[in-house]
């Protein structure tokens, strides 16, 4: 087999694992999970925490603040697939709220933005979106012991 075919059986190859991956899984979802956003750790953040979820997997956030508002927020994981999906998704909405606002995100807004997520991917959002808060409630609370 010459190398272009190989390069092309192995791509396909690839789909083909992407595709029985992501099965039961919405197109919005899929797009979410092939283009994840706010990868990474802010270095100089107001804001830094890691949370372990039931499942022994950890979302570290890191946050900054700017009057009240969500200027940047990054995260890293070592979840799984929906983790990073469902992080990815809770960290775009977040940036550019308020505080306030920022605390009101729910896991049913993940999940419904999801349109379903399944039972199995379920902790993963809420993972995300606890991951959140606790960020949030730090900050906070570090604002009012100053
Ligand atoms: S399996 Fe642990 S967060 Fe998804």
């Not at 991956?21 to 750790?41: A, C, V």
Request: proline share 2%.
């Amino acid at each position: 087999m010459d190398k272009r075919r190989r390069a092309q059986k192995l791509d396909k190859i690839a789909r083909d694992i992407q595709e029985s991956i992501l099965e039961g899984y919405s197109e919005r979802f899929k797009n979410e999970f092939l283009s994840p956003q706010n990868i990474g750790k802010i270095e100089d953040a107001d804001c830094h925490v890691s949370i372990t979820g039931v499942c022994g997997d950890t979302i570290e956030m890191s946050l900054s603040i700017k009057n009240g508002r969500i200027s940047d927020i990054r995260f890293m994981t070592d979840g799984c697939g929906p983790t990073i999906t469902c992080a990815s998704y809770v960290t775009r909405i977040a940036k550019g709220k308020f505080i306030e606002e920022a605390l009101q995100i729910k896991f049913t807004d993940v999940e419904g933005y999801f349109q379903g997520l399944p039972e199995e991917s379920r902790h993963c959002a809420k993972l995300a979106v606890m991951t959140l808060k606790a960020a949030l409630e730090k900050y906070s609370a570090n604002q009012t012991n100053k």
